[in-house]
Nanobody, 121 residues
Framework: QVQLVESGGGLVQAGGSLRLSCAAS????????MGWFRQAPGKEREFVAA????????SYADSVKGRFIISRDNAKNAVYLQMNSLKPEDTAVYHC??????????????WGQGTQVTVSS
């Protein structure tokens, strides 16, 4: 059973940067495709980015393309989300997810509890 724990969230001004980390334990995630999703108050959980098990394939939501970078380090059993040029509309709880692919959160079988990102204007 894989457990995912996110960290790195916080309060940042618009235009700033944050780096989120997702640490996995229980078993290796080296064979898992991994993703990041976010959920703002009163809104549905939405896809942010995904990375293939090898790290060679990535996918991004249009709203973050060019600003966010997803990466992974299988030796450290971790996935990362570098967020640059942050906007107030990026404010949400960010969740790490594993075992799926694509934009549908229902396709992912493992989830972390999330980390809050707040971007002030």
């Amino acid at each position: 059973q894989v457990q995912l724990v996110e960290s790195g969230g916080g309060l940042v001004q618009a235009g700033g940067s944050l780096r989120l980390s997702c640490a996995a334990s229980g078993r290796t995630i080296s064979s898992y495709n991994m993703g990041w999703f976010r959920q703002a108050p009163g809104k549905e959980r939405e896809f942010v980015a995904a990375i293939s098990w090898s790290g060679e394939g990535t996918s991004y939501a249009d709203s973050v393309k060019g600003r966010f970078i997803i990466s992974r380090d299988n030796a450290k059993n971790a996935v990362y989300l570098q967020m640059n040029s942050l906007k107030p509309e990026d404010t949400a709880v960010y969740h790490c997810a594993g075992g799926g692919w694509g934009t549908d959160p229902g396709k992912y079988g493992v989830w972390g509890q999330g980390t809050q990102v707040t971007v002030s204007s």
